[in-house]
C-alpha cells in the first residue's frame, strides 16, 4: 500500500496529475478540491489510495487524510464507486462533505451530478455514524489538519495496543477539545488513563 508520493508534480488537470519521484511517473486521478489545492504549486505531498482491479492498477490522490478518509467511506457505501466518490469530493470540500452527513442534507448529496435520492439516502444512513469523529476533530475552533492528523495516529496507537476503536475515538476527542495543540505522544498517555 503507497501512503503518500512526494515529489514533481508534471502534469495537472482538473481531473489528473501526474507526480514524478524517484524518475517515476505516477498518474494520479484527483478530484477538483485536490486540484485547487495543488494548482500552481511545482512540488507537494499527495495522499494515495491504490485500486487493484483485474483490468486495471489506479491510483487515487488526495490533497489531505480527510479527504481520503472520505472517500474511503463513500466507497464503502453500496452503489458507489471510487469516480462516484471522486464526483461528490469534487462538489463538496471534504469539511463540507461531513457537515452534509452529519446533518442528514439530501438536497446538497441530490445536487451532486449522477446521486440520486436513494444513493443519497444510502450515503447518509451509512455514514452518519461514522463522521461524528472526523466532524469533532474538524469542528470549528480547532485546528483541522493538525487535530486530525494526531487523532488518527493517537487512535490508530490505542487500537493497537489493544483498546476498542469507539472508545478509543471518544477519549482523543475529548482530550483534544480541552487542548488542541498536545503532541500525539501526550494524547497517547492521557486517553491511556482515561480508558
Given amino acids: 500500500m503507497i501512503e503518500y ?4 508534480i508534471v502534469e495537472l488537470t482538473p481531473a489528473r496529475m501526474i507526480m514524478e519521484c524517484a524518475g517515476i511517473g505516477y498518474e494520479l486521478n484527483i478530484s477538483l478540491n485536490t486540484y485547487s489545492f495543488f494548482n500552481g504549486k511545482p512540488t507537494g505531498k499527495i495522499y494515495v489510495y491504490e485500486v487493484i482491479r483485474e483490468d486495471a492498477h ?7 487524510k480527510l479527504e481520503r478518509e472520505l472517500f474511503l467511506m463513500l466507497t464503502s457505501v453500496s ?3 471510487p469516480n462516484t466518490a471522486r464526483m461528490i469530493l469534487s462538489s463538496l470540500p471534504p469539511v463540507e462533505l461531513v457537515e452534509v452527513i452529519a446533518s442528514k442534507n439530501e438536497t446538497a448529496l441530490t445536487s451532486v451530478k449522477g446521486i440520486g435520492l436513494k444513493t ?4 447518509l444512513v451509512d455514514l452518519k455514524n461514522k463522521v461524528k469523529v472526523a466532524e469533532a476533530i474538524s469542528a470549528p475552533g480547532a485546528t483541522a489538519m493538525g487535530n486530525a492528523d494526531v487523532a488518527e495516529e493517537a487512535v490508530a496507537a490505542l487500537v493497537m495496543l489493544g483498546f476498542q476503536k469507539a472508545a478509543s475515538q ?5 482530550i483534544l477539545k480541552s487542548s ?3 503532541p500525539v505522544e501526550q494524547v497517547i498517555k492521557s486517553a491511556l488513563r482515561m480508558l
Fill in 120 to 123: 443519497a439516502q444510502r450515503i
Fill in 58 to 64: 489506479l491510483l487515487y490522490g488526495f490533497a489531505e
Fill in 79 to 81: 452503489g458507489v464507486g
Fill in 180 to 182: 488542541p495543540v498536545l
Fill in 5 to 8: 508520493i512526494k515529489g514533481e
Fill in 170 to 174: 471518544k477519549a482523543v476527542i475529548s
